[in-house]
């Protein structure tokens, strides 16, 4: 079954915004961390931002002072917005859950930033 369903991927230009989210079904319990990742072309998987349940976030370089990752544990949701985007932001985005002692991922969302 599909436990994490993404939503927000798509083609924008330089400079634009984007906003991702991803949608943790509510049989998954105890959720400890809501993060996302991005897998530019040919390149490895890397993690983008970070959101423990005590709300503390965390980023990768890149990335920092551009996106913001959010939360919503009413609806067990997590967000990542994405400003003043770069063709180097090009990737699979992918949410992943940590709940209790399980990892659980998305299929991954495309973004890409081109003019």
């Known amino acids: 079954q599909v436990q994490l369903v993404e939503s927000g991927g798509g083609l924008v230009q330089p400079g634009g915004s984007l906003r991702l989210s991803c949608a943790a079904s509510?049989?998954?319990?105890?959720?400890?961390?809501m993060n996302w990742y991005r897998q530019p072309p040919g390149k490895q998987r890397e993690m983008v931002a970070v959101?423990?349940?005590?709300?503390?976030?965390n980023y990768a370089d890149s990335v920092k002072g551009r996106f913001t990752i959010s939360r919503d544990n009413a609806k067990n949701t997590v967000y990542l917005q994405m400003n003043s985007l770069k063709p180097e932001d090009t990737a699979v985005y992918y949410c992943?859950?940590?709940?209790?002692?399980?990892?659980?991922w998305g299929q991954g969302t495309q973004v890409t930033v081109s003019s």
């Open positions: 509510r049989s998954i319990f105890s959720i400890y961390a």
């Open positions: 992943s859950v940590v709940a209790g002692l399980q990892n659980y």
């Open positions: 959101a423990s349940s005590g709300g503390s976030t």
